[in-house]
């Protein structure tokens, strides 16, 4: 027989608040997952069923509130996602990025290792340069390669002009 969970009372009235004011699915599915065996005596599989998830996600979450409850806190900060392991904010980076902008308005061509030092320079340690290229991508900024052919080009003109002229090659 699986063993009951077993919650003080401080933690089911936090999980209640929770609820009561959960503003994601995630706050309401995580106080959910305590009041539900709580209240109902359901099972893990059963809370997990009900509330539409993997039982090991609802083990996830029972875990965090616990977390939660140690604290006394009711906000949730969900850990996925994000960019939690950024070095520099999104306004630093535009920052960083305005000169090479004036550079390439004014008709600069730009290559990444400079970029990448200079980077390197101001986070104060190495990089990989997929770093820099990821940063360039957020901000809009793409390789810009020669197109085939020329945009005046006339195809209609060239295959005249292949019809009537001579070729040079010919045997005689």
Sequence with gaps: MART????????K????LVTRAKTLQELRQGQSILLPVLTGATLDTTAEILGLSRDRVCVLRRRFSELAET????IRE???????E???IEEEKAFLAPWVEKAEAGGVLVVPPIHLAFQDLVGHEVPKSTVYRLLARHGW???TPDTRH???DAAS????????LISSQKR
Excluded: C, D, W
Excluded at 158 to 163: L, V
């Design 5 to 12: 969970a077993r919650y003080v009372e401080n933690e089911i």
């Design 87 to 89: 070095l520099l904010s």
């Design 142 to 144: 793409r390789k810009v």
């Design 158 to 165: 060239q295959e005249e002009f292949k019809k009537n002229s």
């Design 79 to 85: 850990r996925r996602g994000g960019r939690h392991r």
């Design 72 to 75: 006394s806190s009711i906000t």
């Design 151 to 153: 945009p005046k080009s």
């Design 14 to 17: 936090i999980a209640l608040e």
